[in-house]
């Protein structure tokens, strides 16, 4: 078994701190693509340390590696220093030697914060599977770009049921955006019982009853929520006090429930007299397991990797 082999057996038995001793070994017998990669990659996942894993990365590139590997993982983490620019350069490159859904997602992000709203949109298009949030992506640049009929015809093939499905309170926020606020008013009763009761969407679902003339509805819920937060004020009232759990974190906790009660209060008043409740959305970085060797997921050393 070589050094890089034994550095990830070691990795799979949870024994880090050895598994990274030969990591940094391998990198110091021989600074090729695979040690500097795969040092990178542990800096990256393992310790949150795209600092110490950028210099690696840019060398490994400088030698012109057959793989994507090395350019997804400096990809992500120029998405992750929001440059941008550099990004979107890097990924081309990595698409260029092996197509992959996960640079596709980066590079729309990067292009999606750059301004190109139609390439952002092509590329979550070719990242997406079926009601994912790639394609949840999509189907929101398509709304800026203005093309809501094509917007629409893609997000009503969203379903619950689907394995990487974004969300029921997420498609319900694409619906208000299109206007569409009876199929709005449908996924956000689908996800009432399921998402944790947030001002940002429940103002979303009281305007959209709202525009659909259901101001009963609008009252039940809000009177539903304000009863909860109720609850959990009375309940953060009773609990004790401890090293952990301090009475200024009490009060503190008390203090926020109380604002978040104020706020439902006034949301019916407040959205019948004309605001519109935004949408918040963001996009997302994806990664992966870059390790050449990596048994678990068949990757082949890099002396023996083909794209």
């Not at 992750?80 to 992000?109: F, G, T």
């Not at 015809?153 to 694409?174: I, P, Q, R, W």
């Not at 009475?247 to 006034?266: F, H, I, P, T, V």
């Amino acid at each position: 078994m070589d050094l890089n082999q034994k550095a990830i057996a070691l990795l799979e038995e949870n024994k880090y701190d050895d598994s990274l001793k030969l990591f940094r070994k391998a990198v110091e017998l021989s600074r090729n693509v695979q040690s500097l990669n795969n040092l990178a990659w542990i800096y990256c996942n393992e310790e949150d340390d795209d600092i110490s894993a950028l210099p690696l990365l840019e060398e490994a590139i400088n030698m012109n590696p057959k793989s994507h590997f090395p350019y997804n993982l400096l990809g992500e983490i120029y998405c992750r220093q929001k440059k941008w620019e550099s990004a979107k350069e890097i990924l081309e490159k990595s698409i260029s030697i092996h197509p992959s859904k996960i640079a596709y997602n980066n590079l729309a992000v990067a292009n999606y914060r750059l301004g190109y709203i139609e390439d952002a949109s092509t590329f979550f298009l070719l990242a997406s599977e079926q009601s994912d949030y790639a394609l949840y992506c999509h189907v929101k640049c398509l709304i800026e770009l203005g093309d809501n009929s094509k917007a629409k015809s893609k997000l009503d093939t969203f379903h619950e049921n689907d394995d990487e499905f974004v969300g029921e309170v997420d498609v319900a926020d694409l619906y208000v955006e299109l206007g569409c606020y009876e199929d709005a008013i449908k996924w956000f009763a689908k996800g009432w019982d399921n998402y944790s009761k947030q001002s940002d969407w429940v103002s979303r679902y009281v305007f959209s009853l709202l525009k659909m003339n259901n101001p009963t509805l609008s009252h039940k819920l809000l009177n539903e929520v304000i009863n909860e937060k109720i609850e959990k004020i009375n309940d953060a009232s009773e609990e004790e006090c401890d090293d952990d759990w301090t009475e200024r974190d009490k009060q503190d906790y008390m203090k926020e429930l109380l604002n978040e009660k104020n706020e439902y209060e006034q949301m019916f008043e407040k959205i019948s007299s004309g605001h519109t409740p935004s949408m918040e959305f963001d996009t997302s970085i994806q990664g992966s397991c870059y390790l050449f060797g990596c048994k678990r997921h068949n990757h082949p050393e890099y002396h023996g990797y083909t794209v």
